[in-house]
């Protein structure tokens, strides 16, 4: 492994039924992750995904390069631009990507990793620390 690996790239299709499941998952039932009139209402550009089911697509890339969810051992991230669902069966693409961006002394790696939706990052300084094999 060398500063500068690619991991494989994911692409996600976030649609309106996913949701739902993830909203009784979390029970962040917010309505401006199902309600269109709600949303506009308040000044969004129609419904959006959670933030956290985002973040969380970003973890599986990490977590599905490394075979073994626990070695990912920190992720944090910060919501930079929404991600808007339409009402249809194809949903929203969010793309996502990674890179080393460091090895460290002590057997782990920083990951960095992008989040696209519509040719724009949904994600800011998205980071993994990750143990290594």
Avoid: C
């Amino acid at each position: 492994m060398n500063v500068g690996d690619q991991l494989p790239p994911l692409s996600v299709r976030i649609t309106r039924a996913q949701l739902v499941r993830y909203a009784g998952a979390s029970l962040d039932f917010n309505p401006i992750h199902w309600n269109e009139r709600f949303a506009t209402e308040v000044g969004l550009p129609g419904v959006i995904a959670h933030g956290m089911l985002t973040m969380a697509l970003g973890g599986r890339l990490v977590t599905d390069w490394l075979g073994d969810p626990g070695r990912l051992i920190d992720y944090s991230a910060r919501f930079t631009r929404p991600v808007v669902v339409p009402d249809d069966d194809t949903g929203a693409l969010v793309e996502f990507t990674g890179k080393v961006g460091e090895l460290r002394d002590d057997g782990t790696a920083r990951i960095d990793i992008t989040a696209k939706f519509e040719g724009k990052s949904v994600l800011g300084k998205a980071q993994a620390v990750v143990r290594l094999p």
